[in-house]
């Protein structure tokens, strides 16, 4: 071989082993893998298929280009399964396998090609039924999956499969058959649902919000603080709230519902942090101005006073002619609050929520009965609600899909009353129908009490397909009149957030199926009695519910328990300030509260436990804050005692809005008594004190006083104070006195030879030098001062006379 010869081969076999490397990828024949297109369904019509409706299903939506290439021949068709037979299919028919779909028609040509970031609409239009092959043969009322496929060739690839969109059609008649030439003829071709075993409706239609009160703020703090102005938003006119409040309220007026059939199915889901909060709005606020740091975090006023109040309003004067019905406080799981394992904060969770509501909204809210929320009912939950009161649990049913290698086994939700302790019983709702609820609205989530096996991406279906599947859900178990029990509870999140034409859709669903008389409304005392009195005895649920990503973490819980222990303590030495009448229980209250916050369902699975341990972590300090404001005034010098029983002088501080019970804690050295005080009520401010002490030394020494609550909970910092003793104890006073006797007789004695002209002993014993006083006295006039002349005076002898 000649050396150009060798030069290109070279050359040749460097392009194939270069080629693969540059090449783009291919497409995937399967659509999700590589995402190329995007179908999104913008509207379904009817949305609801009666006997009166139009016969044919319209369905308009957008193809896009989301991928990395252009793609050329893409083409869309419709397809539909078999009406659902089983709760578990209205979400396994929206995920996975697509063996159940079949084609209603031939695809049609979507755009020839589609560069990137493009999009074009569609349009499918099709009759339920009709002679020819293009129709959707529905011939009998239910609810059935439909599904746009898009099919496309992606450059460098072959077709494929792309993307497809799923929803729920509800067909609650079937309408007359095109071509009928008669009304009689089109009569006779309409197939009009059974209503012979209308379901009895419940709907609870919820009225919360996730917690906006700013942790570690005590009672009788004012203004109140919020962690954000989201809530002034939310309550005005267009807002979350305001859309709820005046959905209901339209839905249920005397003109829409003159018969208030549709009002006797509703029961508002009122949370009583909602109602504490939006209260507490009404006469003014602040908000922080960054993220919640306690107390001392900076703050701004509140826009929202004005919309709090009016949204208040409303509510009060619907509440008096609807059902109400309080959540738990804040929302908060029985599930991790039964761990924390405390009864007082139990209690205020569940029986002391419809305190609150009846307080604020003026009404007598439902008694007996518990909404569970998001969260599955465990057996720990069911636990914490066999120590209260008797009541009804409002919860997700048990319900999961096909497992592995079980392809084609479905199972529909049990509904009906269970009873599994002598003071709960338990009403359960489908969980299918609530997380297809769930899925409505511009934010979809998926509740965690759904088993995994259950689980749909929501977020990547359209806002109209998430609503046709719900409205489908919310009406398939009238559609079944061989599914018992022939009774339905429909409970959407509490945080349910619903555009108004979402909301007025759901209602008009409800009354809908009324109207029909597929369902007939079911009041909430009925439920609660019927429950009580029909239930069948069952053993607690075992093993793990729901999906595991929604429980809260074991130290959130511990922190709880050990912060709830101590404020409890606190509360207990607590009293009642007489000036402004503030309690140490009113005091204490909101603190407890943000516990409950810390353990609220309303914020999303992924960031429950984050959110806790935060709230946690500021009232913790808020506590041990409150623990330092009771304190004994260290002087900072040192004492001196006078006398052994001089009593020890100390001085409290109180920074407490209410009075406290103490007690002091002296450690006294050896040698000293210390008479115990008692309790002391120590009110808010200083108070001084003496404390009687008797020493029995003479020292210096150090004491150590320490105050506590009157259960023995240590409070503020211990003082230690140097004490200096003059205490001489019974030596001291044996030497006085004898030194007392000692000179008493001294004095005596002198006396005594002073009276009898003696001259005393002591006085010979001095100095022979010194005039004796006497004649120094004598040697001047008393009268003039001046000096006498001296005379001599004749000695005398020792014991002789004078003269």
């Known amino acids: 071989?000649?050396?150009?010869?060798?030069?290109?081969?070279?050359?040749?076999?460097?392009?194939?082993?270069?080629?693969?490397?540059?090449?783009?990828?291919?497409?995937?024949?399967?659509?999700?893998?590589?995402?190329?297109?995007?179908?999104?369904?913008?509207?379904?019509?009817?949305?609801?298929?009666?006997?009166?409706?139009n016969p044919t299903v319209i369905v308009t939506g957008t193809i896009s280009n989301v991928g990395d290439r252009p793609v050329r021949d893409i083409v869309v068709r419709l397809e539909r399964a078999g009406a659902v037979t089983s709760s578990s299919q209205l979400r396994t028919d929206l995920a996975g396998n697509v063996d159940q779909y079949s084609p209603v028609a031939d695809f049609i040509t979507a755009a020839p090609e589609l560069a990137r970031g493009q999009k074009v609409p569609f349009r499918l239009a099709y009759p339920l039924r009709a002679d020819d092959r293009s129709s959707m043969r529905i011939d009998e009322p239910g609810v059935y999956p439909l599904m746009v496929n898009v099919n496309g060739?992606?450059?460098?690839?072959?077709?494929?499969?792309?993307?497809?969109?799923?929803?729920?059609?509800?067909?609650?008649?079937?309408?007359?058959?095109?071509?009928?030439?008669?009304?009689?003829?089109?009569?006779?071709?309409?197939?009009?649902?059974?209503?012979?075993?209308?379901?009895?409706?419940?709907?609870?239609?919820?009225?919360?919000?996730?917690?906006?009160?700013?942790?570690?703020?005590?009672?009788?703090?004012?203004?109140?603080?919020?962690?954000?102005?989201?809530?002034?938003?939310?309550?005005?006119?267009?807002?979350?709230?305001?859309?709820?409040?005046?959905?209901?309220?339209?839905?249920?007026?005397?003109?829409?519902?003159?018969?208030?059939?549709?009002?006797?199915?509703?029961?508002?889901?009122?949370?009583?942090?909602?109602?504490?909060?939006?209260?507490?709005?009404?006469?003014?606020?602040?908000?922080?101005?960054?993220?919640?740091?306690?107390?001392?975090?900076?703050?701004?006023?509140?826009?929202?006073?004005?919309?709090?109040?009016?949204?208040?309003?409303?509510?009060?004067?619907?509440s008096r002619r609807l059902c109400v019905a309080p959540t738990t406080y804040a929302q908060a799981d029985l599930d991790a609050l039964n761990r924390v394992a405390d009864p007082g904060l139990s209690a205020i969770a569940t029986g002391g929520a419809a305190g609150i509501v009846d307080q604020i909204l003026g009404v007598a809210s439902t008694r007996g009965l518990t909404l569970v929320g998001d969260g599955p009912l465990t057996a720990p939950a069911l636990q914490l609600l066999s120590g209260q009161a008797p009541t009804v649990a409002v919860a997700a049913a048990n319900l999961v899909g096909p497992q592995e290698g079980e392809y084609g086994v479905a199972e529909t939700a049990d509904t009906a009353p269970v009873r599994y302790t002598a003071n709960v019983v338990a009403a359960p709702f489908d969980p299918a129908v609530g997380a297809a609820l769930a899925g409505v609205g511009p934010t979809p989530e998926t509740p965690s009490y759904v088993d995994p096996s259950l689980d749909i991406a929501v977020k990547q279906d359209s806002p109209a397909a998430r609503l046709q599947s719900a409205l489908g859900s919310l009406l398939w178990h009238g559609l079944r009149p061989d599914v018992a029990p022939r009774t339905q509870i429909l409970m959407p999140p509490l945080m349910w957030n619903l555009t108004p034409p979402d909301a007025q859709a759901i209602l008009s669903a409800v009354a809908t199926a009324i109207r029909a008389r597929l369902a007939v409304p079911r009041?909430?005392?009925?439920?609660?009695?019927?429950?009580?009195?029909?239930?069948?005895?069952?053993?607690?649920?075992?093993?793990?519910?729901?999906?595991?990503?929604?429980?809260?973490?074991?130290?959130?819980?511990?922190?709880?328990?050990?912060?709830?222990?101590?404020?409890?303590?606190?509360?207990?030495?607590?009293?009642?300030?007489?000036?402004?009448?503030?309690?140490?229980?009113?005091?204490?209250?909101?603190?407890?509260?943000?516990?409950?916050?810390?353990?609220s369902l309303s914020v999303p699975p992924d960031a429950r436990n984050g959110l806790a341990q935060q709230r946690l972590t500021t009232v913790r300090k808020t506590v041990e804050d409150l623990f330092d404001a009771v304190t004994i005034v260290n002087p900072g010098g040192s004492y001196t005692l006078a006398t052994e029983r001089s009593p020890l002088p100390l001085a409290l501080?109180?920074?407490?809005?209410?009075?406290?019970?103490?007690?002091?804690?002296?450690?006294?050295?050896?040698?000293?008594?210390?008479?115990?005080?008692?309790?002391?009520?120590?009110?808010?401010?200083?108070?001084?004190?003496?404390?009687?002490?008797?020493?029995?030394?003479?020292?210096?020494?150090?004491?150590?006083?320490?105050?506590?609550?009157?259960?023995?909970l240590p409070l503020g910092e211990p003082v230690r104070l140097s004490v200096h003793s003059n205490a001489y104890g019974k030596v001291l006073f044996i030497i006085t006195l004898t030194g007392g006797v000692v000179l008493a007789l001294l004095v005596g004695r002198r006396l005594w030879h002073r009276f009898r002209g003696q001259p005393d002993r002591a006085d010979l014993e001095a100095d022979p030098t010194r005039p004796d006083p006497v004649d120094v006295a004598l040697a001047y006039d008393d009268e003039t001062g001046a000096r006498r002349p001296a005379k001599s005076r004749a000695p005398t002898a020792p014991g002789g006379d004078d003269g």
């Open 1 to 53: 071989m000649s050396r150009a010869a060798r030069l290109l081969a070279a050359v040749v076999a460097l392009l194939f082993a270069v080629a693969p490397a540059v090449a783009p990828p291919t497409a995937s024949a399967q659509p999700g893998s590589m995402p190329f297109l995007k179908v999104q369904i913008d509207n379904v019509t009817p949305d609801i298929v009666t006997t009166t409706s």
């Open 153 to 318: 060739t992606p450059d460098y690839g072959s077709p494929a499969r792309l993307d497809d969109s799923r929803f729920l059609l509800p067909v609650l008649g079937v309408p007359p058959q095109p071509g009928s030439d008669s009304a009689g003829e089109a009569f006779d071709s309409t197939v009009a649902p059974d209503i012979t075993r209308p379901v009895g409706l419940t709907m609870f239609w919820p009225l919360a919000d996730k917690p906006r009160l700013a942790a570690g703020a005590p009672g009788g703090t004012t203004p109140v603080r919020l962690i954000d102005d989201d809530l002034a938003t939310s309550l005005a006119a267009g807002g979350r709230l305001d859309t709820m409040l005046s959905a209901v309220d339209f839905a249920t007026s005397p003109d829409v519902d003159p018969d208030g059939t549709v009002g006797r199915a509703l029961c508002l889901a009122v949370d009583p942090d909602l109602l504490v909060t939006v209260n507490a709005m009404t006469n003014g606020y602040v908000v922080n101005d960054a993220a919640d740091a306690g107390p001392g975090t900076p703050t701004h006023p509140g826009a929202g006073q004005q919309a709090a109040i009016d949204w208040l309003n409303r509510l009060k004067t619907l």
């Open 523 to 599: 009041p909430l005392p009925v439920v609660i009695a019927e429950a009580q009195t029909t239930a069948r005895e069952s053993a607690p649920p075992d093993g793990p519910l729901g999906s595991p990503r929604g429980r809260f973490d074991d130290g959130v819980v511990t922190g709880i328990a050990a912060a709830t222990n101590r404020l409890w303590g606190l509360t207990a030495a607590l009293t009642t300030d007489e000036r402004t009448g503030l309690t140490g229980n009113q005091y204490t209250a909101p603190l407890r509260e943000d516990l409950l916050r810390a353990l």
């Open 653 to 712: 501080r109180n920074d407490l809005p209410v009075p406290i019970r103490v007690r002091l804690d002296i450690d006294a050295p050896p040698g000293m008594t210390v008479t115990d005080m008692g309790e002391i009520v120590l009110p808010p401010g200083f108070l001084p004190l003496k404390v009687p002490i008797e020493v029995h030394f003479t020292q210096r020494v150090a004491v150590d006083v320490a105050l506590r609550t009157a259960d023995g």
